[in-house]
């Protein structure tokens, strides 16, 4: 069977020197006797250069070394019914690719890349931006703004952010129009979860899927701040359940549910970060599910 691989590598994502991936991957690939390339990932996440080198070479894969930032850009940017997308995990949370069961290891991911598996897969808007992982307002985008300005990446510096921030951490004004209904809410952080991590096996969402046509809302409301740690342990843990009928507005805590559409008004502003980097934010936000748009390569 034709296989042609593109790898796309991202040189700053995480802390992984990324001279010896690329070595590594070049090898691995000729071993399997499959034809490949290699491109850097491009800031400006503009990757239409690569169009004429795919109808070209009749590429079938296409292969991010990177971190969930990276994935949303270059499936945004390539996605198509016939290609199929796989993850060496390089970031400093790799959220996708936990909730897919891909390892860090990257023999082990490339293992699963040349088996060749793949399953259809959703991504969602906001405000038109694609994503495949995780959307955040509030604390957790003020800290992947901070995070983004530091000289080095990695879990160490981005915990050193979260514990500075958190005790600083303020909420804001939201309000949500779900289903016909609205309710406001105050709240430190609301996140919107296609898969089930924050990264770094640190589970936001515990009962998102990637392929089920819904968004997982986590609202953390304002409350006290050992409360807040209280509350987001009893999330991560699964201890808090899915609100399935209508949805409990004002409460003190945790508010977690799932739907297919969203808007969300933006009252105080609060900072917004998509699949882990941060994003310009906005007063007004539409939030809409695409189902299965595209096909992840992931143990079978």
Do not use: W
């Amino acid at each position: 069977m034709h296989r042609h691989i593109i790898y796309i590598i991202n040189p700053v994502s995480g802390t992984r020197a990324k001279k010896g991936l690329h070595s590594f991957i070049e090898q691995k690939t000729k071993e399997k006797g499959i034809d490949y390339a290699v491109f850097p990932s491009v800031a400006s996440a503009d990757y239409s250069f690569l169009h004429a080198i795919i109808k070209e070479k009749r590429t079938t894969d296409i292969v991010i070394a990177g971190g969930d930032g990276t994935v949303s850009q270059v499936v945004s940017g390539l996605m198509d019914p016939n290609l199929n997308f796989g993850v060496i995990p390089c970031g400093s949370g790799n959220g996708l690719a936990f909730t897919a069961r891909i390892p860090k290891d990257p023999g082990k991911a490339l293992d699963i890349i040349f088996k060749g598996h793949s399953s259809l897969t959703d991504g969602f808007y906001i405000n038109g931006k694609f994503a495949v992982h995780l959307c955040g307002l509030g604390f957790d985008a003020k800290v992947a703004h901070d995070f983004a300005q530091q000289p080095k990446r990695g879990l160490a510096t981005y915990v050193k952010q979260v514990i500075r921030n958190f005790f600083a951490a303020k909420s804001y004004f939201f309000e949500l129009q779900v289903a016909g209904r609205s309710f406001l809410t105050d709240a430190f952080f609301i996140s919107i979860a296609n898969s089930n991590q924050f990264g770094n096996n640190f589970t936001i969402a515990p009962r998102a899927s990637l392929s089920d046509g819904l968004l997982d809302i986590v609202i953390v409301t304002h409350q006290h701040k050992l409360n807040l740690l209280l509350q987001t342990f009893k999330q991560v843990s699964g201890r808090i359940p899915l609100e399935t009928g209508t949805i409990e507005t004002g409460k003190k805590g945790v508010v977690y549910f799932q739907t297919g559409q969203l808007t969300i008004l933006n009252k105080d502003e609060a900072p917004l970060h998509i699949d882990g980097d941060p994003a310009e934010t906005s007063g007004k936000f539409e939030i809409t599910v695409r189902r299965k748009c595209f096909r992840l390569l992931q143990p079978a």
